[in-house]
């Protein structure tokens, strides 16, 4: 686990006997959102998702994470709830670590407090580069550039649709019929190769520039960024 890599032995087994195991089922609520964060959880196998719902009663997702990883830092260091519901996506090993040990080892160890640091970092600015996206972007472009990222992450370059396109839909903040009809459009112009759980990308350069088509992020950098 990327957290606890810089850790000897003997801190790691401290860890592991005062951590608390639990496993999940696929789809099982792990947390809510706005639930107290008195735990560190430990992702060490499966995939879980983070969504949450507006007043609305809309669904927004903010993405999928495969262990192992360390989840919803920020509640834990902050103290104010699970930012979003905590899904198990599939079948799931965790084990729960206590807010204060978590907070001795940033306290305690310069290299775990460099790596929350750094993701704390990595988190506001993909955040940030989320939000201009969403207000300015059309969808296409952010499909493009979904699949784009999710097939360079992939070792066979190809993407899994691990969930329902309802649940990309979300993700991309759109509708799932949307959604459908720029898939078919993109495997039409030959870009994609769509099959029922995946998504093979055929053209990348093409693609890149649907993802980069009327995007306003360059200039947005250059005029706000300094």
């Known amino acids: 686990m990327p957290l606890l890599a810089a850790l000897p032995e ?26 107290p964060a008195e735990y560190l959880l430990l992702l060490l196998r499966g995939r879980v998702s983070a969504a949450t719902t507006t007043a609305a009663g809309r669904v927004v997702r903010f993405g999928d994470w495969t262990g192992p990883c360390a989840l919803d830092k920020v509640a834990v260091i902050d103290g104010r709830g699970h930012t979003a519901t905590l899904t198990a996506v599939t079948h799931c090993t965790v084990r729960s670590l206590p807010r204060t040990r978590f907070e001795e080892l940033v306290d305690d160890v310069p290299a775990v407090r460099r790596h929350v640091l750094r993701l704390l970092a990595d988190n506001a600015r993909q955040q940030q580069e989320r939000f201009v996206d969403a207000v300015t972007l059309p969808v296409e472009a952010r499909l493009a550039a979904w699949l784009l990222a999710q097939a360079a992450a992939s070792p066979q370059g190809e993407v899994e649709l691990s969930g329902t396109q309802q649940e990309l839909a979300d993700l991309l903040g759109t509708t799932r019929v949307t959604v459908n009809r720029l898939l078919a459009q993109l495997r039409r112009d030959g870009l994609v190769e769509v099959t029922r759980h995946t998504v093979a990308v055929l053209a990348p350069e093409l693609l890149a520039l649907r993802a980069t088509e009327s995007s306003p992020r360059t200039s947005y950098r250059r005029n706000h960024m300094g």
């Open 10 to 35: 003997d801190r790691l087994r401290a860890l592991w006997s005062h951590s608390l195991p639990r496993r999940h089922h696929a789809g099982e609520v792990i947390r809510g959102a706005g639930e």
